[in-house]
């Protein structure tokens, strides 16, 4: 089930690759691996708290992205003054996808068109449309009151989750256990979306519509899985397992386990054409995507599909574990180079673990030596250093976040005790 691409053609010196939107370590990533290879729009205010060394002016375009005008007239500008050609863009972030869009069509190139972006991002729309093409996934409704989330949880007679329609992650997403809870949480999410107007992340083309959707919460196993689809033609990149986190908010990861095989009583074709039907199901017909889904059972219920390669850690566990760079790969699939495909040679376990706070305060010291003595870490990726203010959940979602560990488990104990003694060996001041 595992693959690797592979790029078998040159790069051209007269064309880029535009990559849009991208947080500063991801450039970073791609300009040491692919130089000259790509120019990047990136929003001001991303470079601004970006640690990492800026790009010249000849590879990067700082503006607005919210502006989706000024952010065409920029790329252009920048092309025509310096020479280049773009024959591909690539998007790894949520927010930026509508805006990729925008631009492929301006410029005539290949990405999923602006309805396709919106099936996708608009959690309720993905799961009518599976549902009305036979797919699995939970019972869902369209929110605008906290009257009429209680009501959600009386019609389904149990647990339900309530998050925001257009979000990502574990971000304001709460599990509800009673109507009281969901008439709370409805509260709670409705105000911080309204915190959050300047976010990207909460766009929605209609000012107007529900921003609060109710689902079903599905018991199961959770995996998330990148996969390729170009026309017909489907190819699974790589399969995780999810271990959630005993602390913090609904949805929160603690690590990815990586594997090799599916899970037991699905079947390879079968799963396959899962895959295809739920990407076409919502307008994706040439897109590396990221699924996220429950197996429970002989079943697969899907949760969310994005036109994009997974983010967070999974790029840097692909790359340990494979020597597999994914996002060089989705360059060389948005300038339609020819790839191959090819099955790594004794997979093995590898987990990628989340590092997060415990409290919020002003981060004095972290101490990485004694997860650098274990034999089974391969590598330690921090985000944050001394002087870092770490804000709690629900008031701030990425700050917590202190960075992640790539390590390769022992056979024994079990993974998530092993993800225990792994982050209870980061040794962290908070003040």
Not at 152 to 169: A, E, N
Not at 256 to 265: F, H, I, K, Q
Request: proline content about 5%; charged content about 25%; hydrophobic content about 35%.
């Amino acid at each position: 089930m595992n693959l690797f691409l592979k790029r078998v053609l040159p790069v051209c010196n007269n064309t880029r690759v535009l990559v849009v939107g991208t947080t500063t370590d991801y450039i970073d990533w791609i300009r040491k691996g692919n130089p000259k290879r790509a120019i990047f729009l990136t929003d001001r205010l991303i470079r601004q708290k970006g640690a990492e060394p800026c790009p010249s002016p000849e590879e990067e375009i700082l503006c607005d992205l919210s502006d989706y005008n000024q952010s065409i007239q920029a790329v252009k500008k920048h092309i025509a003054r310096n020479g280049f050609s773009i024959n591909g863009i690539a998007c790894f972030d949520c927010e930026s996808m509508e805006l990729s869009s925008f631009l492929a069509q301006y410029l005539e190139l290949s990405y999923p068109d602006i309805e396709t972006i919106r099936n996708c991002r608009d959690k309720y729309v993905s799961k009518v449309r599976w549902t009305e093409n036979g797919l699995k996934s939970p019972a869902a409704r369209l929110i605008k009151s906290r009257e009429e989330a209680s009501a959600f949880f009386r019609d389904i007679k149990g647990p339900c989750v309530l998050k925001p329609l257009s979000g990502s992650g574990s971000e304001l997403v709460f599990c509800c256990t009673d109507e009281k809870s969901c008439e709370k949480v409805f509260n709670i999410i409705d105000s911080g979306i309204r915190e959050r107007q300047a976010n990207r992340m909460y766009h929605l083309p209609d000012p107007e519509q529900a921003k609060v959707i109710a689902e079903e919460l599905i018991e199961g196993i959770e995996f998330s899985c990148d996969f390729m689809i170009e026309d017909n033609s489907l190819e699974v990149i790589r399969l995780t397992r999810k271990i959630h986190s005993p602390a913090g908010p609904l949805g929160t990861i603690r690590g990815y386990v990586l594997t090799d095989s599916l899970p037991d009583g699905i079947e390879e074709d079968h799963f396959l054409h899962i895959l295809h039907k739920a990407a076409s199901s919502l307008g994706v017909c040439r897109a590396i995507c990221m699924l996220d889904f429950v197996a429970r059972g002989h079943e697969i219920i899907l949760l969310e599909l994005t036109p994009r390669p997974g983010g967070d850690c999974l790029p840097f566990l692909l790359r340990r574990a494979w020597d597999f760079d994914i996002l060089t790969s989705a360059l060389d699939f948005a300038q339609k180079r020819r790839l191959r495909f090819s099955k790594p040679k004794n997979v093995e376990s590898y987990i990628g673990l989340r590092l997060h706070a415990y409290h919020g305060g002003i981060l004095e010291r972290i101490d990485t030596e004694r997860l650098r003595q274990d034999a089974r870490v391969c590598e330690i990726f921090l985000t944050r250093g001394p002087g870092h203010l770490i804000r709690m959940p629900p008031e701030d979602y990425d700050s917590w976040l202190l960075g992640h560990v790539i390590f390769k488990p022992y056979y024994e104990p079990d993974f998530e005790t092993q993800c225990n003694q792994l982050s209870d060996s980061l040794r962290v001041e908070i003040n």
